[in-house]
């Protein structure tokens, strides 16, 4: 029918003719059987009509292989299996669409409700409607997509609406996860998987994102779940919230603001303990333990419950900045936690493990990384750890090496080069110390002594004493030896740091004194006079007034008092006369006195000073590489490039004037909001 020439070919009536047998085929055997069903039986008959019109067409097609190949080819018709397609896409599929969509969101709906359903029934439709979408390049799957998103939606909404009226927050995440779980794996196993995300977003948004400020607001929301550390829920409710945009930023304020009510708690304690003793006092462990103990706490929540979200670390450190930052009467937070540093890490009866140790200074890091005055913290502690080293008093080499090493992470090497330059410079003192010992002197004294760098070391204020001749021999004796080894350096013997152990004679017995130079040289001169009166100590000695009775009131108000003074009383007065206590008795035969109490080798003055050099050493090396800048610009700049400190607009405003003053910048002729570099 189809090899033969013209007029005895018939292939085109037979392209005609198998048209028209499948037309007629849809028209009289399926559409009425589909009229005739409904519901699931609509849909599976639906179902078989199709996958029995591809196993139809399939061999059609090879029945009429020749006609496909040749006459199909030749005059640029559809394919059978194209033709076949497209008469059932017009009369079955156009025709029974709306009712095969509508039927297959009930049954869908169904499903939710855990009536009877078919899962693979809808995964098979659902194919019907890809497959033939790819075969037609129509959106045809698109149109059911759109019913099911929308049918999804407001069935969600209107549950939604009802959790929220009968359910607490715990109750309505609970059940809103297990939904949308469900919910999501109805969709991946009877939908494509482009929609699965589509319905994830739907859900999501119904459920969660539009209760959300109703559901944290409940007596039982957010703020509940976080006082009682309710951890499954506030997991489950990061979990719902992550979902979609902005999600996470009202949970993540509740979050600081529930951390600064903790904080402000301590604090409010800290202070009404500070009014009760009528003092304050930068002497205060618990305070610290308190505020680590809050932090960790916190920490592990963030962790465990809000899986170290960047939104939630960022809310931990934002509240924690506020807190650590506030003025404590008089006080900063910095000068307490270095207080407790120095604590933790000197010599003491209950001193810690090292496993314990290393964990607490970790925790002092973490709350030191808060601090906007770390300068500060540093200045304190670098005067800390010079007392701790030449008084032998540090715990742990380690241990301080490690708060270092710690600190130096996190704000760089320049911030801890001088407490590096410490250690290193004592253990090079000891090599000295090791090689005067091994050329053996002849001295009247045992005698050792520590040559330091003056520069890593904090300031002193030093007097020039009347030192024993023992003394002085020892100290000639050194300085012939340091001579030898280097020329290059001048000694500067630092009376104000020395240690010496005195033996005294009483009517009870001999007892050794470990006490400072100052309280040696003061009870060395009643060697010679019974009694002395304190003008005369201060002309002997060189004190000034207030040091003077500092160091006399180690000597005689202390519990070991070893000075007898005519006054009563824990005071010294100017007109007080002393002399040895002859009948001084202890229960140790090594008696150590307590240090006199300096002042503070730091002044915030000082700092403040510093802080004004580093914001002008800023300013000009951002000037000198831009060479012309806007205020606002090097204001941000300059922000940004000072971490250990963070400074005051109006600082960095005064320093920018004064710099301009001598002549490093000045302001654009034409835009004053604009300077240049001069320098």
Not at 8 to 16: A, E, G, I, K, W
Not at 314 to 319: E, I, N, P, T, V
Not at 396 to 418: P, V
Request: with cysteine; aromatic share 10%.
């Amino acid at each position: 029918m189809c090899m033969q020439r013209p007029p005895n070919n018939f292939s085109h009536q037979l392209y005609v003719r198998y048209s028209e047998t499948i037309e007629h085929y849809l028209k009289t055997h399926v559409k009425p059987v589909l009229e005739s069903k409904a519901g699931n039986e609509f849909l599976k008959d639906f179902r078989t009509s199709w996958e029995n019109h591809r196993v139809m067409m399939k061999w059609m097609r090879h029945f009429f292989q020749y006609l496909d190949r040749h006459h199909v080819n030749q005059n640029n018709l559809p394919s059978l299996y194209s033709l076949a397609m497209d008469l059932y896409y017009k009369e079955i599929f156009q025709f029974f669409k709306k009712r095969v969509i509508k039927d297959a969101v009930n049954l869908l709906e169904c499903d939710r409700e855990n009536q009877p359903s078919d899962r693979d029934l809808l995964k098979e439709v659902s194919s019907i409607f890809i497959n033939l979408e790819e075969t037609k390049q129509t959106d045809v799957y698109s149109e059911l997509e759109s019913e099911v998103l929308s049918s999804t939606g407001e069935y969600y909404e209107s549950e939604a609406a009802r959790w929220v009226a009968e359910n607490n927050c715990p109750e309505f995440i609970l059940k809103a996860e297990k939904v949308i779980i469900e919910e999501l794996q109805r969709a991946q196993t009877c939908l494509s998987e482009s929609t699965v995300q589509k319905i994830e977003e739907v859900v999501f948004d119904v459920i969660v994102r539009k209760n959300q400020a109703t559901l944290l607001e409940k007596e039982t929301g957010i703020k509940y779940l976080l006082e009682y550390n309710k951890e499954e829920d506030l997991a489950r409710l990061y979990r719902l919230c992550s979902k979609f945009k902005d999600g996470l930023q009202p949970i993540a304020s509740a979050f600081t603001s529930f951390v600064k009510k903790e904080g402000n708690k301590i604090l409010s304690e800290k202070e009404n303990k500070d009014a009760k003793a009528k003092r304050e006092s930068s002497d205060d462990p618990e305070f610290v333990k308190s505020f680590m103990d809050l932090h960790r706490y916190f920490k592990h929540m963030v962790s465990d419950s809000f899986r170290n979200n960047a939104v939630f670390q960022r809310a931990l450190g934002s509240a924690f900045e506020e807190l650590l930052n506030n003025k404590i009467g008089k006080l900063s937070f910095a000068e307490i936690l270095a207080t407790y540093s120095d604590k933790i890490l000197k010599k003491s009866s209950d001193r810690m493990r090292d496993e314990e140790l290393e964990e607490t200074i970790s925790r002092v890091v973490e709350l030191f990384e808060h601090l906007e005055d770390k300068d500060l913290f540093a200045v304190i502690y670098k005067g800390q750890l010079a007392k701790r080293l030449l008084n032998g008093l540090s715990a742990s080499e380690d241990a301080e090496k490690t708060l270092i090493s710690k600190m130096k992470l996190c704000c760089g090497a320049q911030f801890t080069a001088k407490m590096e330059g410490m250690i290193t410079d004592l253990a090079l003192a000891e090599d000295i110390r090791s090689k005067f010992e091994e050329a053996k002197p002849e001295l009247p004294i045992e005698f050792s002594a520590l040559v330091l760098t003056n520069s890593y070391w904090p300031s002193y204020k030093n007097y020039t004493l009347t030192l024993p001749n023992s003394m002085l021999q020892c100290i000639s004796n050194f300085n012939h030896f340091y001579g030898q080894i280097t020329s290059q350096r001048k000694l500067t013997w630092m009376n104000c740091l020395g240690t010496v152990v005195l033996s005294g004679n009483f009517s009870v017995g001999r007892y050794d004194f470990v006490c400072t130079t100052y309280q040696a040289c003061l009870l060395y001169m009643f060697n010679e006079v019974h009694e002395m009166s304190f003008g005369e100590i201060l002309r002997a000695t060189n004190f000034d007034v207030e040091t003077c009775k500092r160091v006399l009131v180690t000597l005689a108000c202390s519990k070991s008092r070893v000075l007898k003074k005519s006054s009563e009383g824990r005071k010294i007065s100017e007109e007080d006369v002393f002399r040895i206590k002859e009948d001084f008795q202890s229960n140790i035969i090594k008696v150590k006195f307590p240090l006199p109490k300096w002042e503070e080798s730091y002044s915030k003055e000082n700092v403040a000073k510093d802080r004004n050099l580093a914001i002008e050493a800023a300013i000009v090396r951002i000037m000198k590489s831009r060479r012309v800048m806007s205020h606002q610009s090097l204001m941000t700049e300059v922000m940004s490039l000072l971490s250990v400190f963070r400074p005051q607009v109006r600082d960095i405003k005064s320093r920018i004037e004064n710099l301009i003053s001598r002549e490093f910048l000045e302001r654009d002729k034409n835009d004053p909001t604009v300077y240049n570099y001069l320098a």
